[in-house]
Structures are given as structure tokens and as C-alpha cells.
């Protein structure tokens, strides 16, 4: 079985039903909680493999909260006449039961709905829930069509449907070449151009590409292209059996003068049949804001046109048709990250606002984007005794994102749950000498004692820029009883915080994953 994977095209428009989904329904009363759920159009490969897919739910409200259950059903009458279709639950919890075409699973919680700034308040049902796996009936035709309905609600809310349209196409096998990786000098420019295979013994009626990632790539204006958060460039021709095919023109990248030696930067590529563009246009959410190119059309090399409608088709091996186009900034300009720390000083119930994160010491800027490994994730851990009265907007509360449920209240007053956060910018540029801090407002309680506080800093994506990772770690210091004035600075030092190891290392996969998510 082919699970379905987020290939970059499907990220693409998944955002945008997710920021679309987000926003509370003007009708839902205060506080209710929708369950937007979110299934794909499929064109199976007659006679191929079976495709597997996640049910997607986006829990969406006017407020913060807990979703306590989220129910799903999902109706095969409409699609059993081309495909052959399975409904399981995933995850220990997920029951499910059948009856007639229906199927009705149960996903307990709670499940976290968390804010979204201008957007209301959304959250993602995280752990597996319902796979639903579909294989094209055998005696189905080319151009069979059905429909596979679902519908969702959490704890009684509104009931919302979707009807994703299930046809037959011909199994083909695109397959993206990747490219070496390239280097380039610091203020020049570089030339990418993807190149797809056609792996198949059928010939390919038409395919698109779709480039994700792609802040480094200057500006286009092909015609056949549509340019937006992801850019989409459809093809009408034929590809050729056996055949290797390429972009006629280039995108070009080009490295900022002071860039670090050793940023990474490029896009990632997918290319889809037709058929597959069609599913994903035809959803509805994609492209809400992009622009059409109004420029000379871009074209596929070596490639014979062919006259007449095309069959749908299904690429049977969608493992293989994604590649990443990387370039790196060679030049002597380096960085040098170091953690900025503090001290809180003050007796119980008074206020204080700290600023702490990083400085770069070195002798090139950071840029994120377009450099993945140029992004700064700053990880704060509280001393323990301390209330956060406000945190730094760009920072998330991962001590509160415990997918068990909230902490419960005596843990909270007490300050059994140290606060431990992960800041990360949205955008970033840092000159030498210049620095990146996060506000945090604590409120010292008699709880509060010295030790266990820190600030650690780490760079994503392989391979890093920073050349001493060994002053990434300050320390955050308490001194309860003091006089109240200042919060003096304490700079850059190496202390070790023993016990907060799996902390970091859980917070660093969750942050990773959230990049890789949003390539």
C-alpha cells in the first residue's frame, strides 16, 4: 500500500485550508468548537497499488481550550461502484463501527485547541485518528467516477461535510531527478533548473510542477506559471516513455553579498500528473492570493506535443516524485551565535520583564529565509517559582502543549510544571554585533529559588553555520529578597542545567518537524 505522504504540492494547499478552516464561523455560538475536516480528491491507478490516507480534522473555535472527543463518519455508497474502500482506526483510543456503507469512529481527547493570532483559534488532531485506504475496483475503466463523503464534529458541535470526488486513471510513473548540489559565491547568482523522468512504459498526457520553499528564487513571470506561496507551472505536452525532460528556462538564485559561508538555501520540487493538479485545483483553497504570469510561456525540452483529451492519470510510485534544488554560499564570513541571559531580582509578588536570546559575534549576517540553517530556535526554561504574566508573542508555551490534557491546577500553582518555552521569529536578519531578544514578564512567587534556568540556543538544518555552539547556553539567575530595582544582564556563560536534556530534545524534534512541515 502506498501511504499517503505531505507530498510539498498537497502542504501547499493544506495551509491554505488550514488558515481558511481557522477562522471561527460567524454562526458557531461563543466558544463552540468546529471540527473542519479536510479529505483530498483521488485519481487511483487501475489496477495499481492501494493509496492510504490520513483523515485530516482542524479543530477551529473563537477561543483557547480542549476539544474532550471528535467524531467522524464515513459514507462508501457513492464510491463503491469504482473502488474498493477500508475504514480503520488508528491509534489506541480511535474505535470504529460499520453499518451498511456508513462507518462511525470516535477519536477521545482531549485534543488542544490553541490560538492563532488574527485568526481565531485552530488546532490539529495530531495523533493517527482514521486511515481510510481505497484500490481502484478491478473491471473499473479509465474515467470511472465516485464520491467518498465524511463528515466530522467535536463534542456535539457543529457537523461539517466534505465530499471528495474518487476516479480511475491510468497508472504512470513520474520520477524527479535529483540535481547535485551547487555552490555559490556570496553576492552571485545560481541556475536551477528541475528535470523529470518519465519511469513508466505509458506515455505522460501532460504533468505540473510545483516549487515550494522557494524564497531564494528571484521573480518570474511565465505564463503558464501561477505564483503564490507555492509556484505552480502546468504543462500540456507529452512526456515521452523512458524519456528525461527539463525546464526550458532557469530559476535563478541569487546569495546576498553578506551572507555566512555555509547557508543553505534552494527549493523543493514535485511534479504531478494532470490528473493528480486537477485533484488539488479543484479544491477550492488553492490559490487564494497567487498571481497569474502574463510573460512568454515556460516550456519541457524534448517534448512532442500530441493533439486530443487526455485520459486521467495516476502516478503509481508518488514516493519518488519530490527533490530538493540546494545551493550553499561559499566566501570566509562566518557567525558565531551566543546565548543572551538574565537575572531576576525582586522580592515575592513584584513584576519583572527580562530580554533574552542571542547575539551574533561573527562577521556575517543571518538571513531566514531564504537560509533554512540561518533560523535561530531559542529554547527558555524558566527558574522554577516564577509566573509568567506575559510571554513574548513569538514564543510558545510547550510546557502547556502536553497532548494528555492541561496540568493540573495545584501542579500550575505551584510551580511543579517548570515554564519552558520555544521561541523561534517568523523572519530574520542579523548584522554582526546586532541582537535577537524575547520579552518575557515573570511575577517572583515564595516559591521562588536560583537554579534550573537557562537559555539554549539552536540553529536548524544540517549543515550549521554556527562555528562555537559551545556559548549557545546562558543562564537564567534568581536573586528573591533583593531590593526590587534592576534586571541586570549577566551575558553569555557555559552553565550546565542538569535534568533538562529530554526536555530540549523533545522540544528540538517538535520544532524540526514544524520546519519540515512548513518546506
Known sequence: MIRSRP???????????????????????????EANVFLRNLTLAAGGPTVGEDLAVFLSSDRDGWA????????????????????EPEGPDVTCSASGSVTRCAAPGPHRVIDVPDNGSFGVIAIPSVLISLTARAGAATGDTGALTVTASADGGPVTTRTSR???????????????????????????????????SRDVGSVALVLTDGSALEGTNFGNCVYGDSTVCTFDTTLTAGRTYRISEPFT??????????SEAGTDVQWLTGAEWEDLRDEGNWPADARQGTGPGLRLTEV???????????????????ASLTFTVSGARRADIAAIGATITGPPGAERTIGVGLVNRGTGTLRYPPFL????GVHVVLPPGLAVVRADERCVDLSAEDPAGPPPPSAAATGAVPPLYLCTPETFKLAPGRRLTFAFTVKVTSAARDGGGFVDVSMY????????PGNNRARIGVAAGGGGGGLPVTGTTAATVAGCGMLLVVAGAAIMTSLRRRR
Not at 507530498?7 to 468548537?33: C, E, K, Q, Y
Not at 462508501?76 to 477500508?86: F, G, L, P, Q
Not at 497508472?171 to 523522468?197: F, I, K
Not at 538564485?253 to 555555509?262: E, L, T
Request: glycine share 10%; net charge negative.
Open 461 to 468: 538544518g544540517e549543515p550549521t553555520v554556527d562555528r562555537t
Open 304 to 322: 512532442a506535443s500530441r493533439a486530443g483529451a487526455q485520459a486521467p492519470q495516476a502516478d503509481i510510485d508518488g514516493d519518488d516524485n519530490g
Open 253 to 262: 538564485a541569487r546569495a546576498p553579498r553578506d551572507a555566512v559561508a555555509g
Open 166 to 200: 474518487v476516479r480511475i486513471g491510468e497508472g504512470v510513473n513520474l520520477t524527479a531527478v535529483d540535481a547535485r548540489p551547487r555552490s555559490v559565491a556570496p553576492g552571485a547568482s545560481v541556475e536551477l533548473r528541475p528535470e523529470v523522468r518519465n519511469s513508466g
Open 7 to 33: 507530498r510539498f504540492a498537497l502542504m501547499a494547499v493544506a495551509v491554505a485550508a488550514i488558515v481558511s478552516l481557522g477562522s471561527p464561523a460567524g454562526a458557531a455560538p461563543a466558544g463552540t468548537v
Open 68 to 87: 474532550s472527543e471528535v467524531t467522524f463518519t464515513v459514507d462508501v455508497a457513492a464510491v463503491t461502484a469504482v473502488a474498493d474502500v477500508t475504514v
Open 373 to 376: 540553517n540561518n533560523l535561530p
